[in-house]
């Protein structure tokens, strides 16, 4: 620890003026926030808090308009006292892409950036924001490989001001998987993962390498769906489907056998669209070879409350034969040894998003 | 921070901080500013005391100094104003310059007058000794009888010692201004 990081490990910035921001992730049936401190041990938990929607959100856009969510917010801003916010901004309405660029200064690297800008997204620069991460440098070609995360204005305003009438302001946005992945892969880590997050209605699969999210792709499959197809087997009602998910989960056994059956469909497709993000990979990596090295994928992380169904992680590691490992949305904040979480384990894995909000900086 | 931010809510966010930044400025320079006054109130009780006592003992310095200088002055206006007096006319007109003007009006040349000394007596007669001396007996018995010829004189005596030398006799005697003013007037 260097001379300046002890002393602002012993006197840190006041915390009015650090403006310390929660992390504030919007899912489609409940917000979460999450907010850390930093103490003289490292970050610890400050608050947390769930605010469930009364409907599903399925759909984002013109959010700031969607009362549901307003309202929510506005209970959570009141009961929590939030501030500033960290957001994310759901897979669906942003743009990522890598791409080279000379070696050159930020504005520099921002003109290129912006001259290829139009070649990978589908929006126009003057209506993008837009912001890059160095990945690594080729010394051969004198050429950086980026990862540049591209927002529409519209979407950005359109969150802004729906934190605005809530009290809050925002002072980031992210990308959820570019949030997740921070808070489930150790800062620094050059590997390769396969995350696979899954969300509600849908499942986001990232590939995260040299400490950058580098690929994503939306599955339309959800734990809404292992939900349907429960309840449509057993002609039972959500509560108890979700009750029967996680009690019996995805074991394949002679008194499970039916259960097993009703989500095998949907558990499969899955496994396919996982499989197939995970062979382009290799694939890529193959191909680029040549002009940088990328670590193959030998992990896959397993992030969402449906991940831990039982025997659905097994299932994904014979499939891909690879490990397959359930996040652990503390790595970045807390070691269990030292202290144990306030939120229950199954619970946690809902927060990763906004645990990589949070987070401090130096840490992302 | 400001990652994916539209330019306004940058600058928002940033005189947000700014805002911020000045206030703890404030607040910090104020605390710095309290607390200095606070550290440097013994040391200003401190040399408040000190100078009050140096202030005291100026003052009475001052004092003393004025009080001494004061005397010196008393004294000095005492001795001038004895002088004055005795410059002053005797009795209500006579000037003593006058009576020694009357007395070297009647010495001949052989009388050398060295030094006159007057005394005012509460009488209002004046005192007047005579110290000089005389080229010879002659010289001297002259101007004796000249003096005591003079109504302005009265008991001008020499002692019969200075009679016993034949020439340069010193002499001195002692007569008196009769009334003064009634001299005033003859002259």
Redesign the interface.
Known sequence: MSFLENIFKHFPT?E??S?S?VGVDISPTAIRFIGLKRTTHGLALAGFGEQLLLTVTKDFDNIHANADVVAALKKLQRTHKLSFV?VS?PEEK?YLFTTDVPVGDDASIRNNIEFHLEENVPISLSDA???YYIINKNEKTNMLHVAV?V?P?AV??DY?ELFTSCGM??????IENQALSKAIIKKGDPNSYLVVNLGFEKTVLSVVSDDAVQFTSTVHIGSEDFTQAIMKEFNVSEQEAEKIKFEKGFSRSKDNESLFLSLINTVSALKDEINRIYVYWQAYQEKVKAQRTINSINHVILAGKDSTLIGFRDYIAMSLKVDVELANVWLNVMSFDNEIPPIEYLESLNYGTAIGLALP?KLK | MLHLLPEQQKKTVLSEYRKRLSIVTAISLSCIGVVGIMLLIPSYIYSQEHFNEVKKVKTALVDALEKQTGDKTAETVKNITENIAALQPLGSTELPSYVIDRVISRASSGIKIMQYAYKLEVNNTLSFLVVGRADTRNDLTQFIKVLQGDPYFEGAKLPLSSFTRERNIDFQFLMNVKGVASSSTSQ
Do not use: Q, R
């Open positions: 006041p009015f003026l403006m921001h960290e901004i942003a924001l837009f912001e995360s927002l204005v950005a305003e802004i302001t925002p002072v980031s946005f992210l900086k």
